[in-house]
């Protein structure tokens, strides 16, 4: 391509060029090239895309293939249970907080860190931990809420 520049000058009429005339000259019709290469390359990108979108949209099946995955996406995000069921969680919530605080008393004196980690559930539990955690520091030895503290601390 360099001599191409030269021979594209020569046939102007102009006998000496400098150099750097000619690389500019080199740079400016790689430039081009370059161009014409994207602009090429980025409309047939866009052909491609076109003719898929046709084409996916055009299966007989897409309209049922859309519906599906959207009635799956509605029922993955609406996951709330119904009014019946949150009372019954609801209850099972209390029975289990209930069992917790009952095996942390009794397992006080023979296993106080079973103990401890029960109360920690129980605190855990809780929709007002710190209102449990003072009622267990009344009820519980010292070095069974010492450990249940950092039980709660290494959640």
């Known amino acids: 391509t360099h001599t191409h520049a030269h021979a594209q000058l020569h046939r102007m009429k102009i006998s000496w060029v400098p150099p750097v005339l000619t690389v500019v000259t080199c740079s400016l019709m790689s430039l081009a090239t370059w161009q014409n290469a994207l602009l090429a390359g980025g409309s047939a990108f866009l052909l491609y895309c076109l003719w898929f979108d046709h084409k996916r949209r055009s299966d007989p ?10 009635r799956a996406q509605r029922q993955t995000t ?21 069992r917790e605080i009952q095996l942390g008393q009794e397992l006080m004196e023979s296993d106080p860190e079973t103990s401890a980690k029960h109360f920690a559930n129980a605190v855990r539990m809780h929709s007002d931990p710190m209102q449990i955690a003072g009622m267990i520091r009344a009820n519980a030895t010292p070095d069974v809420f010492a450990l249940m503290l950092r039980e709660l601390q290494g959640q």
């Open 61 to 70: 099946d897409y309209k049922t293939k859309v519906m599906q995955r959207r």
């Open 78 to 98: 609406s996951n709330a249970p119904a009014a019946g069921e949150a009372e019954v969680s609801q209850e099972q919530m209390q029975q289990l907080f209930i």
